[in-house]
């Protein structure tokens, strides 16, 4: 069974960091780009960036609002995916969602099939 | 940045109805759109991918159509456990962007 386990949320106070890891299991881990999403209370969920694979570089792309505060990483020997999250403000405050993706080179674009179950992030003082 | 308009808001229909929900797209997308369905304190759950194929284990009774910059996702008869907010999502280009979102209920 193709699996995704968030784990790293709590709360923070504002400016402070926080990393979150995901556990990818039941599938090849290496052969797909990971997505994270997040969703804060009562909104639509949100793109915050993704990681390609290695044979594409495993470089990343982040939304507008994450850029420069947000990286995504990845560790295929342990089939994990993070994301390290500086300077948190409080309208970070959401769940925040791993998912799996499928990279499309030729539209410079992820479609996602799998979510994890998400973690909470609380930025607060 | 592309757009995602999604409409109704929110619909109650009977059990056994036939529910649509449209989502219209600021650009041509071409085929690259989802539909999740989200029930409350769970992750969105895939249903539909390249805009009208069916996720694996999702019910037949879940359909999608479309291209271009309109597209549907039809319930063909509404189950009680089908109760959830849906979503479409664009992957043509980035950033990847949803639809407001749809809050089906059960009269």
């Known amino acids: 069974e193709v699996q995704l386990v968030e784990s790293g949320g709590g709360l923070v106070r504002p400016g402070r960091s926080l990393r979150l890891s995901c556990a990818g299991s039941?599938?090849?881990?290496?052969?797909?780009?990971m997505s994270w999403f997040r969703q804060a209370p009562g909104r639509g969920p949100e793109w915050v960036g993704f990681v390609r694979s290695e044979a594409y570089g495993g470089t990343t792309e982040y939304a507008a609002s994450a850029k420069g505060r947000f990286t995504i990483s990845r560790d295929d020997s342990k089939s994990v995916a993070y994301l390290q999250m500086n300077s948190l403000k409080t309208e970070d405050t959401a769940v925040y969602y791993c998912t799996r993706c499928h990279y499309y080179t030729w539209k410079n674009s992820a479609g996602v099939d799998v979510w994890g179950r998400g973690a909470t992030v609380t930025v607060s003082s | 940045d592309i757009q995602m308009t999604q409409s109704p808001s929110s619909l109650s229909a009977s059990v056994g109805d036939r529910v649509t929900i449209t989502c219209q797209a600021s650009q041509d997308i071409s085929f690259s759109l989802n539909w999740y369905q989200q029930k409350p304190g769970k992750a969105p759950k895939l249903l539909i991918y390249d805009a009208s194929n069916l996720a694996a284990g999702v019910p037949s009774r879940f359909s999608g159509g479309g291209s271009g910059t309109v597209f549907t996702f039809t319930i063909r008869s509404l189950q009680p456990e089908d109760t959830a907010t849906y979503y479409c999502?664009?992957?043509?280009?980035?950033?990847?962007?949803f639809g407001g979102g749809t809050k089906v209920e059960i009269e």
């Open positions: 999502q664009h992957y043509d280009g980035l950033p990847l962007t």
């Open positions: 039941g599938f090849t881990f290496g052969d797909y780009a």
